[in-house]
């Protein structure tokens, strides 16, 4: 099977996947040399009808309301298209913060519109990747040959314009979906050219299970990830210290840090570091939990050479020493699963009965029952006229409640004059619930 790139980039309606939308979806297929094969995706996507968009969202990406409605297609007409024209066998779905943000806007337009939010990135050998990790990595281990930006303030920055501006690669509109694809592809280039041995490492290096077998056999490795600081290329020498609190990944430590004042916290100690806290003044807690699924930008400690050693910092007979010490705190990785738990528990949302008004943020609760999987594709192959038929068969709670609001807001005009009056009711209450922290109030 021939494998493909499919290079992609939204432009939303807000920052929060769960309750703001997707406006804009641009892609190219590519093939593994990066060239382009057929044409580009650009399609809008419907803003509905019980949601506004953050205004900063618009200023930044220039799409209204308004353009999306007269020139776009609803989110249900999207998926279609995606499953037939944009979903082909051996796609590696690739972009730049795609992991973290776009990918998870997918999912949950995928799950309000009764799709599998899943299937996408894994079945018919398909995969994921994020170039802004790889760029990350390369700028700290292998930065020669491209040119790697600063803000207005002096600090590295990664970001896309930044380094397709310092490059002088096209990217004529920044935060337009199509620009920033182009852009992506154009920075993957690059480092390919510059860097082929890591970037080769890279692309072969992003599977689930190959990422677990290396961190459950190497005690110290290199971790790039966007929550190491600027100063370090955000770049860490780690050490693993036991499966995470989710089972689909690991604890690891930056060994920059001296473990003594750690390892021996009470849980509710160590929890009250892990918290964020902007304004913190005390060192947090120097743990990360590194997700196998999520194409971490990992290597080898023999990729550190004596220039990379001192572009990063690290000291390697302190690293060690750290190591030795962290591997000598036997009860520490017990510790750091009850703190997990006790902060799970200040997530923890504590209504059990599924609310219309928060149904669309819910994907992550439980995973969908074989059955009711069957009868969400009798749903999506029926006619509107059709759906009310399915409720009594789902026993889903959340795709009950959703049901309705799948239906009105991609069919609005088979709504008969009770399920319009409920609609309008749902809108009112979505957009004006809550009162100052209302959207309506907020907008």
Not at 199 to 223: A, C, G, P
Not at 376 to 390: Q, T, V
Request: aromatic residues 10%; glycine residues 4%; hydrophobic residues 35%.
């Amino acid at each position: 099977m021939p494998y493909s790139f499919l290079f992609y980039d939204l432009e939303t309606s807000g920052v929060n996947p769960r309750g703001a939308r997707i406006m804009q979806f641009a892609g190219q297929r590519t093939d593994m040399d990066l060239e382009p094969i057929g044409e580009p995706f650009n399609i809008l996507i419907k803003l509905a009808e019980d949601i506004l968009p953050e205004p900063d969202a618009i200023l930044v990406t220039g799409i209204t309301p308004q353009k999306t409605l007269a020139e776009g297609v609803t989110e249900t007409e999207f998926v279609d298209i995606f499953d037939k024209q944009i979903n082909k066998p051996g796609t590696i779905f690739t972009g730049f913060n795609s992991v973290r943000f776009d990918d998870e806007f997918m999912r949950f337009l995928f799950w309000r519109n009764l799709h599998d939010p899943y299937q996408w990135q894994w079945k018919d050998k398909n995969g994921r990747w994020d170039i802004l990790d790889v760029s990350r990595m390369t700028r700290a281990l292998r930065p020669e040959g491209i040119k790697w930006p600063f803000d207005s303030e002096g600090k590295p920055t990664n970001r896309l314009e930044y380094l397709s501006s310092v490059n002088k690669l096209d990217h004529t509109e920044a935060h337009d979906a199509l620009s920033d694809v182009k852009a992506t592809i154009a920075l993957a280039k690059l480092i390919k050219q510059k860097q082929p041995k890591l970037f080769s490492y890279l692309i072969n290096f992003r599977h689930k299970k190959t990422i677990q077998e290396f961190v459950e056999s190497n005690d110290t490795f290199i971790y790039t990830s966007g929550k190491y600081p600027a100063k370090f290329e955000k770049t860490a020498t780690v050490s693993p210290v036991g499966p995470n609190s989710s089972g689909n990944g690991s604890y690891v430590y930056d060994l920059r840090h001296d473990p003594s004042e750690f390892i021996n916290l009470r849980p509710e100690e160590l929890a009250k570091l892990w918290r964020y806290d902007k304004e913190k003044k005390t060192t947090p807690l120097p743990i990360k939990s590194l997700q196998y699924n999520r194409c971490p930008a990992i290597a080898p400690l023999s990729v550190l050479d004596k220039a990379s050693q001192n572009r990063l910092s690290i000291d390697l007979k302190n690293i060690s020493m750290n190591q030795k010490k962290l591997k000598d705190a036997k009860s520490f990785h017990d510790n750091l699963l009850k703190a997990a738990e006790i902060l799970n528990k200040d997530r923890l949302q504590t209504d059990i009965i599924v609310s219309d008004l928060d149904v669309d943020s819910r994907l992550y609760d439980n995973f969908v029952a074989d059955k009711d999987r069957l009868t969400l594709e009798k749903i999506r192959s029926s006619g509107p006229d059709d759906i009310n038929n399915f409720a009594s068969k789902l026993s889903d709670a959340r795709l009950k409640t959703m049901l309705p609001l799948y239906k009105a807001r991609n069919y609005p005009d088979s709504l008969n004059s009770e399920e319009r009056t409920s609609w309008e009711d749902y809108r009112k209450r979505a957009l004006t619930s809550g009162g100052e922290n209302s959207s309506i109030a907020k907008f």
